[in-house]
């Protein structure tokens, strides 16, 4: 496990308190009103390409990979509060490797199973790679925040079962097949504006909406240039902050416009390439992947 020895944007203790829970909260990242125009912003584009030709539902370039496609998601993932908390746990050199829309509607059943993040995704069971989730509206356990188990982060990558149900919001529904109490559930409650921070072996989920509001979060995943796709196929990252001296990535450009033909190109390849990776072995189907 790495110890704190980098801590720009963090301070020593937040540095200490990161690696021994496997998550930090909550952190400033865009102050109310930034917040507030960001998901207007956000609101806008939801009712301008909802129903405006695109090749793949709306929603599947909101759940995977919005930042290909999507100027304003590329734009959040490089906020400077961000970028510098993330700095304190991963050093200078980060790279995006996804950026997500985690979004729950008012009033709605889905769900996030517990899991962790990395059981899919070819990287290992690396501490250099973090989760940043940005919170657009407010997170409590009335809108679905999540909730993560203190010190879980300290396992290996543990089995997973596939539920593949309609409610959940991962890809595979997966859960870790291990039993957590109530009790062991930290509800990360975040305001607009607000973020954590949390490891890619941390155990996390989240219940329903049951509020009025909509639950939304901004989801970026960022990690070091020294990682590797351990599956050796071809994997994609976005630069953020510092230098790739290592080049295990493929580098995608940030996009200029909503929903680009060239975007909308590189996503397309992203996504299958993807989709190997990500749905190898599993028995049902992703409605985000193909
Ligand atoms: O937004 C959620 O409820 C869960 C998000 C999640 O699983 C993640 O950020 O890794």
Partial sequence: METATQHRGLDREAVESYWKDGYLFPLSGLSEKEARAARMELEALEREWLDNGLPLPLNTYKRVNAHVVIPMVARLSRTPAILDAVEGILGPDILIYAAELFIKEARTKQIVTMHQDLTYWGLGAIDGMVTAWLALSPASPESGCM????????????????????????????????????EDRVPIVLQPGEFSLHHGLTIHGSGPNVSDDRRIGVVVRYIRPDMKQETGMRDFVMAARGEDRFRNFEHLPAPESNFSVESLAIYDEIRAEQTKILMRDAKGSSSVYG
Avoid: C, M, Y
């Avoid at 290996?156 to 309609?166: G, K, R, S």
């Fill in 147 to 182: 909730d993560f188990v203190k010190g879980s982060h300290k396992n290996p990558i543990l089995p997973h079962e596939d539920t593949f149900d309609a409610n959940n919001l991962l890809s595979r529904g997966q859960e870790v097949k291990v039993d957590v109490a109530p």
